[in-house]
């Protein structure tokens, strides 16, 4: 086992293309497209590029690799499995052991197979079944191939847009709903954690978690700092509060820096606007690499549980900024280590360019670009070189502990 996981991150609507029988599909040839906006089509054409992927990865000096399994490609009608899908994904493990790469696998990041989106999807606690048995399925063909196991990716990102603020599918907003999804998606974790555990217990599970910083805007005012005490727990903890017995490490995603002012202006933002920072990625999200940091002690005193850093990155189209967020990444991640904190690795996000959702492919993620319009073709950016001589110096600091 790596003393640390160094690594980046992809998944599979975003990447492999043609998942033509998810519920993201179907939203794409219609809502998307009325709006003008790209569909996934082929995406990146992981799905037979993987290999070249991972070989560039095991070239950056990568030790690990976070990719999802896709639901909607293993069971694209109810109770029927495609087993060349998950010949597939057999080929991926091999691939990623060939290149010395451990594996982080999610079983679910925001797509869903079309038939059980149809049926109500985790809006309906009786479905939460059918996540399971897949769950199962992925752990006994996968048993001897899987380490760490991400059963959902950002719960509360996916409810948040799909059932709080009518973006993403199923485009409802019901603040109802949006709990009752979150209530069941926990219950679909806890029960998939229980059933892999009875298939191999040396599974290493766990979800990846949006946490972000809420800042209040004005030092004196109560109210900013009442509300953004109330979104540290609903946002950071309600969830993980949830599954607290039922995970072996806490996957963090980190992007966002928010600042939280009590102003009747803002209430359709939830009192919240990004944090003014002086660097912006080309999506105009904050730059605040201490809030790695920051939001490691706040998971590591609350729930005392080994955490991996499994996204953190920066839509950055130019390549400007991308070597700075890793590098001060790291220097915050290694701080908290030193004062105790069991972090375990960094998975950057991503490895290569992909799909950004509703944003399609203009965001630039990755530590290699792909060119579009030449057929795929993969280069890898400065800042990925960067990454690995920081790789190589913080192995030896490790390896010399
Ligand atoms: C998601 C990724 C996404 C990234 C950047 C995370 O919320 O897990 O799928 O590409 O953020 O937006």
């Known amino acids: 086992m790596p003393n640390f996981y160094f690594g980046a991150g992809l998944s599979a609507h975003q990447s492999e293309g043609n998942n033509q029988n998810s519920d993201w599909w179907d939203f794409e040839q219609t809502t998307l497209k009325e709006k003008g906006l790209e569909p996934s089509g082929q995406a990146t054409d992981h799905w037979h590029l993987y290999e070249e992927d991972f070989r560039l990865a095991k070239e950056l000096g990568h030790n690990s690799h976070r990719f999802s399994i896709e639901w909607a490609k293993i069971e694209p009608k109810q109770g029927q499995i495609d087993y060349a899908a998950l010949e597939h994904y057999k080929k991926v493990f091999e691939s990623l052991a060939k290149n010395k790469l451990t594996p982080f696998t999610t079983l679910f990041h925001f797509s869903l197979p079309k038939w059980f989106a149809d049926l109500g999807g985790f809006e309906k606690k009786a479905n939460i079944r059918h996540f399971v048995n897949y769950c199962k399925l992925i752990g006994a063909t996968f048993r001897n191939d899987l380490q760490y196991i991400i059963t959902i990716n950002e719960p509360e990102i996916y409810a948040y847009h799909g059932y709080l603020i009518k973006k993403w599918p199923p485009l409802k907003k019901s603040f109802l709903l949006y709990n009752k999804v979150l209530k069941n998606l926990s219950q679909a974790h806890r029960e998939a954690y229980e ?31 009442l509300i953004s005490i109330f979104f540290k727990y609903r ?85 400007k900024l991308r070597e700075e967020v890793i590098k001060e990444g790291l220097d915050w991640i290694f701080k908290a280590r030193q004062e105790g904190a069991k972090v375990l690795g960094y998975l950057h996000w991503s490895l290569t360019d992909n799909y950004e959702w509703d944003s399609g492919f203009t965001p630039r993620f990755g530590l290699i670009k792909i060119d579009y319009d030449d057929a795929f073709l993969r280069t890898i950016r400065p800042s990925a070189l960067v990454y690995r001589d920081l790789i190589k110096k913080y192995q030896k600091l490790l390896d010399h502990k």
């Open 195 to 225: 059933s892999l555990k009875g298939i191999n217990p040396d599974f290493q599970i766990g979800v990846a978690k949006n946490n972000q910083i809420f800042q209040a805007d004005r030092k004196n005012n109560p109210f900013d700092h």
């Open 235 to 319: 946002w950071n903890l309600f969830f993980l509060n949830y599954i607290k017995n039922h995970q072996d490490f806490i996957g963090l995603n980190y992007y966002f820096y928010r600042c939280v002012r009590a102003d009747w202006k803002l209430v359709d933002d939830f009192c919240q606007t990004s944090y003014p920072t002086p660097r912006k990625s080309d999506m105009n999200w904050e730059i605040y690499p201490k809030g790695l940091y920051l939001n490691i002690l706040e998971l590591y005193k609350k729930y005392n549980k080994p955490i991996i850093i499994t996204e953190n990155g920066v839509a950055d189209h130019s390549d």
